[in-house]
């Protein structure tokens, strides 16, 4: 059975930003601006941190999708592509978590 990535979920918002509409929701954030983007990642950040805490799995899986869905929409709205955030990861991976936090210092 296929499995859907969030390579897929990155496909599926550039083809609704593409088609526009009232139909479309992520057609909807974008035309919003990227300040209302922010914003809509930053309330599903909260609400995924607080299905966490409440040890709901459920609800965690839940808000985690919103979360994954609205920070690839953020990234859309300011022209920021999944394979340039993987670029970065990437680099990150060649050194310890550590050392790569004290490389990012002044």
Known sequence: ??????????ETI???AAAGGEASYTRKLL???AEH???KFGEEAVETVI????ND?????AESADLLYHFLVLLKSR?????????????RTNMSG??????RKG
């Open 51 to 54: 299905a966490a805490v409440e």
């Open 98 to 103: 550590l050392e790569e936090k004290a490389s």
């Open 14 to 16: 550039d083809a609704r």
């Open 57 to 61: 799995r459920a609800h965690l899986i």
């Open 37 to 39: 983007c922010a914003k």
């Open 79 to 91: 022209g920021v592509k999944l394979e340039e955030v993987e670029a970065a990861l990437d680099k």
């Open 31 to 33: 035309d919003k601006g």
């Open 1 to 10: 059975m296929p499995r859907f990535t969030i390579h897929d979920l990155a």
